[in-house]
């Protein structure tokens, strides 16, 4: 929502003081020469499309205009790329980073497992309540995109960083905010942690363990998917572990497991 919004101002900047029932397609086609200008990425530029055809959509259904002429633009084609990911090595350095001298060091260790264990969105991961997490039954409720819900087992080393957690700093965060906040992982002031400030929080870490430098939360994603199928896990179940709608965009992850295509390569090649 936070992106579509931007891309929606900076469709208002482009506009200035003109009237988008005047726009025709040609003018249309200036805008997206105008965002090639700002050197936006093609994964930037045709999510922009998106929410340009999404808003004059709106307006149609409001009456405001009679065609939307965004429905006639070409979206460029974005080639998929191979995600990054992190060894299981690396991610044992990430996990074990932080330290007891640090500001929520129990917050911050359980999220990170969290992260790992459950291959959650930041975003989940920063809207998780308490009620959504069932460590009795070890697994918790993520809310995806369009508040759609799924369950995700829990392993046990997310579980004991989450039961210490819950024991000896989340009271002390919530003593002075009433009524209790529903919200799994709190501030340092009992409030919702954004998930801006886990994107910092997992930076630093990774600093500290000396992983790459645009290592984000979205790597543990695509590092969790990569080692469920490194060991054997079927495809669907990822894709219903990860909230994919299509097996397609979890088919990404089988080019990742170069171990598993050398052994697919040297099993049926003829010269493998």
Not at 134 to 141: A, E, F, G, K, P
Request: aromatic fraction near 10%; charge should be positive.
């Amino acid at each position: 929502m936070k992106a579509y919004a931007r891309d929606i101002r900076r469709f208002t900047e482009w506009l200035g003081g003109r009237s988008i029932a005047s726009l025709g397609i040609q003018d249309l086609s200036d805008y997206v020469g105008w965002l090639h200008e700002r050197g936006l990425a093609p994964t930037s530029l045709a999510r922009h499309l998106v929410s340009l055809r999404l808003f004059l959509r709106y307006l149609q259904l409001e009456g405001i205009l009679q065609h939307n002429h965004a429905e006639l633009l070409n979206s460029p084609q974005v080639w998929e790329r191979v995600p990054s990911v992190l060894s299981p090595q690396q991610v044992e350095a990430l996990l074990a980073s932080p330290r007891p001298y640090d500001k929520c060091f129990l917050r911050n260790r359980a999220i990170l497992e969290f992260l790992y264990a459950t291959g959650c969105r930041v975003s989940e991961v920063a809207q998780l309540k308490l009620e959504d997490v069932h460590l009795n039954d070890r697994y918790c409720i993520c809310r995806g995109k369009g508040n759609k819900q799924r369950v995700v087992p829990l392993g046990q080393r997310a579980i004991e960083a989450f039961e210490y957690y819950m024991a000896r700093e989340r009271p002390l965060l919530v003593k002075n905010v009433v009524p209790s906040p529903p919200w799994a992982f709190v501030s340092y002031r009992g409030k919702r942690l954004r998930r801006e400030r886990i994107w910092e929080l997992l930076k630093f870490y990774a600093l500290r363990a000396g992983l790459p430098p645009d290592i984000s939360p979205h790597t543990l994603r695509h590092s969790f998917a990569t080692h469920l199928l490194a060991g054997g896990a079927d495809l669907r179940v990822v894709q219903e572990m990860l909230g994919h709608a299509s097996i397609a965009t979890t088919q990404i992850y089988t080019h990742v497991d170069y171990t598993r295509l050398k052994a697919i390569h040297k099993r049926f090649h003829p010269r493998g």
